[in-house]
């Protein structure tokens, strides 16, 4: 069973950074992609960043400049360093990673964990 641990969420102030890392267990043949996504309350859950295996990024638009994911593989860990945090960050930020087991792709999530940015 695959699992993914996510921590570094808490409460930061507007214009503050968090750091939030997200490591994968268990027992598979590798891990494709890794991202993080986000849910508001009353809106729906968005991506925000997502690496590839090879390393290539992609950023939602309204954290681009602001926010910068990375992985390490030996450690099959997900990090995500937000910067110059908004208010219009808070949300609860989950973590997803494509894992291939004995040669099939799925999708599994963390239990997300909580970022609120005070004004």
């Known amino acids: 069973q695959v699992r993914l641990m996510e921590s570094g969420g808490g409460l930061v102030q507007a214009g503050g950074s968090l750091s939030l890392s997200c490591a994968a267990s268990?027992?598979?043949?590798?891990?494709?992609?890794m991202g993080w996504y986000r849910q508001a309350p009353g809106k729906q859950r968005e991506l925000v960043a997502y690496?590839?295996?090879?390393?290539?990024?992609d950023y939602a638009d309204s954290v681009k400049g602001r926010f910068t994911i990375s992985r390490d593989n030996a450690k099959n860990t997900v990090y995500l360093q937000m910067n110059s945090l908004k208010l219009e960050d808070t949300a609860v930020y989950y973590c997803?990673?494509?894992?291939?087991?004995?040669?099939?792709?799925?999708?599994?999530w963390g239990q997300g964990t909580q970022v609120t940015v005070s004004s």
């Open positions: 997803n990673a494509l894992v291939v087991v004995l040669m099939k792709s799925s999708d599994y």
């Open positions: 268990g027992w598979f043949s590798r891990i494709d992609g």
């Open positions: 690496i590839r295996g090879g390393g290539a990024t």
